[in-house]
């Protein structure tokens, strides 16, 4: 059985290598540490087909080092064992190189038994990863390679791809395929930036097109079957995951509705709901806050909805509570202030109450003050009292300022008027 296309074609030079110019440009980090000939531990890290094996590879076939090629999802403790015996023997003169794709999936305990020989380069390293290698890769690991970010490709440049592909495809089966422009562009802007999965829609269409004429018609028909939803990249463990709803939550925080629509749809248009509904009530406490306080339950109402409608139909609360909250006044207040009171928690010991706001207690023969002594606000006018209610270690501290907006003035305004009357009420005691 052949090969798939996407690795029948996959580049040997680093000139044909699509996108990634920011590192493999003339002159670029990368391109200039290869071209060195002395090749550091590396980790490549991003999406998945968009090169990081092909320049590794491109990389182990020019450095005149043993290459051992190893599978973070199939490789055993055992493998790296029979890599590490290689040390010393006459096929390993050069150095060894070893090329791990998929490094996240290793235990700790298979990374670690790397460290003291890419430490003391008896093994140079090159790994990829498609998740945060920050996250994803010992630490240890990581602060003795280099880490180079991949990026998507863009269609653009994956136009020229889609058409070598198509030649070589014709070329291998003797026919002339007959595509249009238009259908090109389809499949390098319905891929994501995936130059593998952009191949392997040439191939499909290929299977899939039509005998005329003596030539090979990819059809319309089948190429809007085969690409369709293809363009969504979205992993809900992944780093896509995480910058989606970053996305979608900074541009409700930012009071753009239409870019958080668009994030919305990109999320529930992969079939997840749960994320973006948790998301939403996050913003609702968080962002909107004290500036507009019935938007908390206003948004539990619309994701209590959509998580009993279910998708499509949940796109429409959703879409209710998306658009709510961009266009609603927004106050962090609360959120400054609960993190500024449990940060004077960190690093204290336990604090004492006040007496006054103690259960009543009994008295004991040693007490400094006897009697409860607590002022009851709602015998006062305005039902406030001013008495002291954070511990004396804190007393004084204001964690909560007041927001700029209508709302929280309002209650500024109300808390200077009864807080005034009562000093007024004290002086005339």
């Known amino acids: ?83 590490v015996a290689q040390i010393g023997t006459f096929g390993s003169e050069n150095g060894i190189l070893l090329y ?139 780093d896509q995951h995480y910058d989606l709803l970053s996305a979608f939550h900074k541009s409700v925080r930012g009071s753009d509705e239409n870019a958080a629509l668009h994030y919305a749809a990109r999320i529930m248009e992969a079939g997840d709901i749960t994320s973006v509904c948790r998301r939403l009530l996050c913003i609702a406490a968080e962002d909107i806050g004290l500036a507009y306080p019935m938007a908390i339950p206003i948004v539990k109402a619309c994701v209590d909805s959509a998580l009993q409608l279910g998708l499509p139909e949940a796109r429409l609360p959703i879409a209710d509570a998306v658009i709510l909250l961009a266009t609603a006044p927004k106050s962090n207040s609360a959120y400054l202030a609960i993190d500024a009171a449990i940060r004077d928690l960190e690093g204290s010991d336990a604090l004492d109450f006040p007496r006054h706001l103690q259960n009543v207690h009994l008295d004991g023969e040693g007490a400094a003050v006897r009697g409860q002594h607590y002022l009851y606000p709602h015998d006062f006018p305005n039902h406030y009292v001013c008495q002291q209610y954070l511990p004396d270690a804190l007393a004084g501290h204001v964690y909560y300022k007041f927001g700029d907006n209508r709302q929280e003035q309002a209650a500024l305004e109300y808390r200077r008027r009864i807080t005034g009357a009562a000093d007024t009420a004290d002086n005339k005691k």
């Open 100 to 238: 791990l794709d998929e490094i996240q999936y290793l235990n700790k305990k298979q990374q670690q038994s790397l460290l003291e020989y890419i430490e003391n380069g008896d093994i140079t390293l090159i790994a990829s990863t498609a998740d945060n290698p920050y996250f994803a890769v010992y630490n240890a690991v990581i602060s003795r390679c280099t880490v180079f970010e991949f990026k998507p490709v863009t269609a653009e440049q994956l136009i020229p791809a889609v058409r070598r592909a198509f030649r070589m495809i014709g070329e291998e089966n003797g026919t002339d395929i007959v595509i249009s422009d238009e259908a090109v562009r389809t499949i390098a802007y319905g891929c994501g930036g995936d130059v593998r999965k952009a191949m392997n829609t040439a191939e499909l269409c290929a299977v899939c097109g039509e005998e005329r004429d003596g030539k090979l018609v990819i059809t319309e028909d089948s190429l809007r079957l085969l690409s369709q939803r293809s363009n969504m990249r979205y992993d809900r463990d992944g």
């Open 1 to 83: 059985m052949p090969a798939p296309l996407a690795d029948r074609i996959r580049p040997k030079t680093l000139d044909d290598v699509v996108g990634q110019e920011h590192i493999l440009a003339p002159g670029k980090p990368l391109r200039r540490i290869i071209e060195s000939g002395k090749v550091p531990n590396m980790i490549f890290y991003g999406p998945s087909g968009i090169g990081k094996t092909t320049v590794a590879r491109i990389i182990a076939e020019n450095c005149g080092m043993s290459l051992h090629k190893l599978n973070g999802t199939s490789a055993s403790t055992s493998d790296i064992r029979d890599v």
